[in-house]
């Protein structure tokens, strides 16, 4: 997969690429990740990528030529399956959603800032609208961080033992049982005798409940979901 992402800050990077899953992707080449800088792709003799909006209200936008530059360029040497903007309205990151979009080739996401972005940037050159939760940030950067990781660890041979990602929240509609390491006790603390047992079928069958109800507890809207999809089972 290849992952080139737009932006006015690429330094907001370094930190969350090179470390951890998305650096060992990085380094098997089994991903690859560019940034660029938008202010590269700015024909103003200053740089600026932002202007006042034709109206009143405070906030400056993102002009659409450097993007439009930029995103040109891009796709005069390779075809997207997406070009994304990262948008506190855009359709929301799920489970699904990345292991859908793990599948792709090469994507394009566009990081935002100030007010926002241009309306016919939105209009003519993106394809797909991401957010990553109901709240606002203060450019796209921590989205865009949020979305390569969720796809990356997806991508087969990034993690160490790739059935790992088959068992996290929300892959089976379900938010993940809890676990134990050692000590097996630990200030009068104990780990659940079922764990101990070695019987693999009862040990299942606990995980299984144990993720049922957390589900129902800690995420109701995704139990009824579920309950409804699966009514004889619940």
Known sequence: MRIDIITIFPEMFEGPFTESIIKRG???????????NLRDYSNDKHKR???YA?????GMVMMIEPVDNCISKLK?????????????????????LANQMSLYNNIIIL?????GIDERIREHLITKEISIGNYVLSGGEL?????TDSLV???PGVLSDETSALSDSFQSGLVSPPVYTRPREYKGWNVPEVLLSGNDMIINEWKLNQAIERTKERRPEMY????KNNSNNL
């Open 153 to 155: 660890r997806l991508i």
């Open 76 to 96: 005069s040497e390779r075809e997207y399956d997406e070009v994304i903007y990262m948008s506190p309205d855009g359709e929301l990151l799920t489970q699904p």
């Open 111 to 115: 990081c935002g800032h100030y007010k």
């Open 54 to 58: 034709f109206s009143s209200g405070a």
């Open 49 to 51: 990528v932002d202007d």
């Open 143 to 147: 989205g865009a961080a949020v979305l």
């Open 224 to 227: 009824e979901i579920l309950k």
């Open 26 to 36: 990085i380094q098997k080449g089994l991903v690859e990740i560019h940034l660029h």
